[in-house]
C-alpha cells in the first residue's frame, strides 16, 4: 500500500460524516467497581434480652467496602442529529465482602440483615467482624442526554442524566445521576459495537433488608423494618452491540 493511499484512508477516517437521525438499541455487560462507603443500620425498634423496645436503633459504620459485580443493561434512544436523548436499564448489585467494620451502635444488634446474621454490640468506634452479605438484585434506570462527534470511523459520545435506583421488591427507589462516555466502532450501515465508561451516584439509597423480631411476656409484639442506608458511588465499564433504524 503506497503512503498516498495510507494517507488518504487516515483523513477519510477522521473526518467527521453529515450526521442523520436514526433510532437505536444498544445491549451489554460489564463489570461494576463501587467505591467504599459509609452506611447505617436503623430500626424503630429493638430486642434487648427479650424485650421490645420502642425506640429508635442505629449503627454508623465507617466504611463498607462493596463488591465488584457483574452488571448487563439495555438502552434505547434516537439520534436527532449530533443530539440524542435515551432510556437506560442496567442491573446493579452492591454486595458486601465479608470483613472486619469499625462501627457505632446505640444499642445491641443481633439479627439478620439480607439473611446473614449480623452482631453489632453498643459501644464507641467498635470493631465488627460482618459475613459476606447478598444484596438483592437492584436495578437502575436513566434518562440521558447524548452528543456525539459523528465521524466514519471509531464515533465517540458522552451521556448524562438524572437515574433511579431500586433498592427493594418493594420498587421504593432513590434519584441519583449516571454520567459517562462512549467510543462506537461502525460494523455495517445498522450494526456497531462500542465500548464505554459509566458512572451512578446516588446519595443515601435505602434497602430494607429484614425485620426485627421478638416477643415480651409471651406477647408478641410489632416490629419495624431493618433498613440499611449507604451513598452509591459506582464505576463501570461495558461494552456490547448497538442496533440502528
Known sequence: MSKRTVLFALIAASTPIPAHAQTFVDVFAGRSFP????????????????????????????????????????????????????????????????????????????????????????????????????????????????????????????????????????ISGHWGVRAGGEAKIPLSRSIAVFGEYRYTGVNDARAVAGRIGGTARGVSGSTGDILVGFDVRNHSLAGGMSFSF
Open 35 to 170: 467505591e467504599r462507603t459509609a452506611a447505617s443500620i436503623t430500626a424503630n425498634e429493638a430486642r434487648i434480652d427479650d424485650v421490645i423496645i420502642p425506640a429508635q436503633l442505629r449503627i454508623d459504620v465507617e466504611s463498607l467496602k462493596p463488591t465488584h459485580s457483574t452488571i448487563f443493561g439495555v438502552r434505547a434512544g434516537h439520534w436527532f442529529d449530533w443530539f440524542g436523548v435515551a432510556v437506560d436499564a442496567a442491573t446493579l448489585n452492591p454486595d458486601v465482602k465479608r470483613q472486619t467494620v469499625r462501627a457505632t451502635a446505640n444499642l445491641r444488634f443481633d439479627e439478620q440483615v439480607f439473611g446473614r446474621e449480623v452482631i453489632v454490640d453498643p459501644g464507641r468506634s467498635v470493631a465488627v467482624d460482618i459475613p459476606r452479605v447478598g444484596v438483592p438484585t437492584t436495578a437502575t434506570f436513566a434518562a440521558l442526554a447524548m452528543v456525539r462527534v459523528p465521524r466514519s470511523g471509531v464515533q465517540p459520545y458522552v451521556f448524562a442524566g438524572p437515574a433511579y435506583l431500586v433498592t427493594d421488591s418493594d
